[in-house]
């Protein structure tokens, strides 16, 4: 069965600085792997995801996240970081067959100024 | 505009009544879930529905029951048995499970009085 970790309950980084999110994940085979944000009090948004090829995948709000097989990661980028990106990133994996997504327990992050 | 709807968005009840959250969607997605949401717990799975009339239990059934007689909708029934049903419900689709992305209602919170 698969599985994933989000190693940091809570990170705090400055306006302009950048932000890596981890997340590691435990599948045999290749995972289908996909990186959400929450804002307080709404509904899961995707940014991105990895299901083959460049192994760099951009997605919206100017984040970024990079597969390592040999690592098993799939971390979460972005160079400069906005006060509005203050939310909850949960990451999550897939597979091939019918079982549901697999869902890290989340990293709030905080931003100040 | 293609989404999932929750309703409503907010919802009391007394202890011991049993209550219907509402999730529909019209994306055309096969697959539909319920996840419960608890600060520091993540989403965990309640159920999950890969086809009408048919659904299987997810980490945390206990308590809680649902039914698929329709492709749009997938409504959740919070029992008198759930010790703890004060939470945030979220519902999601999907095309199928597994492998493609999940897109998130906006969530129902519900608070037991």
């Given at each position: 069965a698969?599985?994933?970790?989000?190693?940091?309950?809570h990170?705090?980084v400055?306006?302009?600085?950048?932000l890596?999110l981890?997340c590691?994940?435990s599948?045999?085979?290749?995972?289908?792997?996909?990186?959400y944000?929450?804002?307080?009090g709404?509904g899961?948004?995707?940014?991105?995801?990895?299901?083959?090829?460049?192994?760099?995948?951009?997605?919206?709000?100017g984040f970024?996240?990079?597969?390592?097989?040999?690592?098993?990661?799939?971390?979460l980028?972005?160079?400069?970081?906005?006060?509005?990106?203050?939310?909850?990133?949960?990451c999550?994996?897939?597979n091939?067959?019918n079982?549901?997504?697999?869902?890290?327990?989340g990293?709030?992050?905080?931003v100040?100024? | 505009?293609?989404?999932?709807t929750?309703s409503?968005?907010?919802l009391f009840?007394?202890?011991g009544?049993?209550?219907?959250?509402?999730?529909?969607?019209?994306?055309?997605?096969?697959?539909?879930?319920?996840?419960?949401?608890?600060p520091?717990q993540g989403?965990?799975l309640?159920?999950?529905s890969?086809?009408?009339?048919d659904?299987q239990?997810g980490?945390?059934a206990e308590?809680y029951?649902?039914s698929?007689?329709k492709?749009?909708s997938?409504?959740?029934?919070?029992?008198?048995a759930?010790?703890?049903?004060?939470?945030?419900?979220l519902c999601?689709?999907?095309s199928?499970?597994?492998a493609?992305t999940?897109y998130?209602?906006?969530?129902?919170?519900?608070?037991?009085?």
């Open positions: 698969q599985s994933v970790t989000q190693p940091d309950i990170i705090t400055s306006e302009g600085a950048s890596e981890r590691n994940y599948y045999g085979a290749t995972p289908y792997l996909f990186w944000v929450q804002s307080p709404q899961l948004q995707l940014l991105l995801k990895y299901f083959s090829g460049d192994t760099l995948v951009q997605g919206i709000k970024e996240a990079e597969f390592k097989r040999s690592q098993s990661s799939f971390n980028r972005k160079p400069s970081v906005h006060w509005s990106d203050a939310a909850e990133y949960f999550a994996v897939g091939s067959g079982t549901p997504l697999v869902f890290g327990k990293t709030r992050l905080s100040i100024a | 505009d293609g989404g999932i929750q409503p968005k907010y009840r007394k202890e009544q049993n209550v219907t959250l509402s999730c529909e969607q019209n994306l055309n997605h096969d697959a539909m879930y319920w996840y419960r949401q608890d520091g989403l965990r309640i159920y999950y890969q086809i009408v009339n659904f239990k980490d945390i308590g029951s649902v698929r007689e492709k749009e997938f409504p959740l029934t919070v029992t008198s759930q010790k703890n049903p004060t939470a945030f419900y999601a689709s999907s199928r499970p597994g493609d999940q998130f209602g906006p969530g129902t919170r519900l608070t037991v009085l």
